[in-house]
């Protein structure tokens, strides 16, 4: 069983396993690049696969076949991201919010104390509180709001989780909680001050984390670490790129997770120190007859079978196996750097 009192203080780097599995790898290839932990999405297991079904099946890991840690977030960013934007047919409320499902258009509620029991349903070891997640460009009153709803909604969590399960104590998982604020240094800190003296296993930088030149947030990411306790999980949520997780993480964090990786792999973007500024295009013509491996320090079976021509060849021409190894590849040069980390 996963100790993650343990992986707490450790440097992870969780790939995203939306409805259960990392596109395009196995379990077994997964566990092979030393990745320790995963992110699932709440709101698509719920939707596509159903908790009640899941929990008969014994859980998410055991579906999986997965040993490692599973972290499941609430599902706010992706409902409430989607229904300010007007994507998806709904409402936020003052309970949570009410959404209808563009795919089969069936209707559901997630509330802090839904949020809880689908996650418990699934199986996760680490949870995720419900939090009011808005666009990155909001008014002062709005995001007031937003931080407001955000901490009501994490006592709202904490008190289900320790009734109904008997918290972190009984249950053995997890419970974290998103710090809210967009851009306004005030109201970040105050929030996670406020989700301090509730009390959680950890405090997560939850928005947006880069700004409109694409820049981190740095700023509104150290007010969250300065006001939230010691020795608890500090989870910057969405950051991927490699200088800004080493950016964070020289302020304070440890877990990190991007969609990017593995999406990148796929599409012909791997991360390589032999280049200027880690990213190599392997879709360019000029890797066509490059016989070198992708990364000369990097140890994985790709690697140290495989040439930049080969993974080329494959992607140009739509191969699946090429996408499986340039995953591969991604997720063990992220495992490396969270090693480098210290």
């Given at each position: ?18 409805r259960?599995?990392v596109r ?22 719920l939707?596509h696969?159903?908790?009640?079904h899941?929990?008969?099946?014994g ?13 499941t ?30 795919k ?8 802090p ?18 939090d ?14 937003s ?9 709202r969590c ?19 909680c ?14 996670a001050?406020?989700?301090?003296g ?20 740095l ?10 306790p ?9 950051v991927?790129?490699p ?5 964070a ?42 016989l ?17 021509a080969?993974?080329h ?24 750097l969270m090693?480098?980390?210290g």
């Amino acid at each position: 069983m996963v100790d993650i009192k343990q992986l707490t203080n450790e440097n992870l780097f969780l790939p995203d396993a939306t409805r259960g599995a990392v596109r395009f790898v196995t379990t077994k290839q997964l566990e092979e690049t030393g990745i320790k932990a995963l992110v699932t999405n709440t709101l698509h297991l719920l939707i596509h696969y159903g908790a009640d079904h899941i929990a008969d099946l014994g859980g998410i890991k055991k579906l999986m076949n997965w040993e490692g840690m599973v972290l499941t977030d609430s599902g706010g960013f992706q409902v409430f991201s989607l229904i300010h934007s007007g994507k998806w047919k709904g409402e936020v409320h003052e309970d949570g919010a009410i959404f209808k499902s563009p795919k089969e258009g069936n209707t559901y509620e997630l509330t802090p104390e839904s949020a809880i029991d689908i996650q418990m349903k699934i199986g996760s070891d680490v949870m995720v509180c419900l939090d009011d997640c808005r666009k990155t460009n909001l008014t002062r009153k709005e995001a007031e709001i937003s931080v407001e709803r955000t901490v009501k909604w994490a006592q709202r969590c904490k008190n289900h989780f320790e009734k109904e399960y008997g918290g972190t104590k009984e249950s053995g998982r997890f419970l974290t909680c998103v710090v809210q604020g967009a851009n306004f240094l005030d109201l970040r800190a105050s929030c996670a001050k406020d989700l301090s003296g509730i009390g959680f296993d950890g405090y997560n930088f939850g928005g947006f984390v880069v700004n409109e030149d694409g820049e981190l947030v740095l700023d509104e990411m150290i007010a969250v670490i300065e006001n939230t306790p010691e020795e608890t999980i500090k989870y910057a949520m969405g950051v991927g790129k490699p200088e800004d997780i080493r950016k964070a993480a020289s302020v304070g964090y440890k877990w990190f997770d991007t969609v990017l990786v593995t999406r990148n792999a796929r599409h012909g973007t791997l991360y390589s120190s032999d280049v200027k500024g880690e990213v190599m295009r392997i879709t360019n013509a000029k890797y066509s007859n490059d016989l070198r491996p992708i990364d000369s320090q990097c140890d994985c079976e790709v690697c140290q079978n495989h040439t930049r021509a080969y993974i080329h060849h494959l992607l140009k021409i739509g191969e699946a196996t090429g996408m499986t190894l340039a995953s591969i590849h991604n997720l063990r040069y992220y495992h490396r750097l969270m090693r480098d980390l210290g």
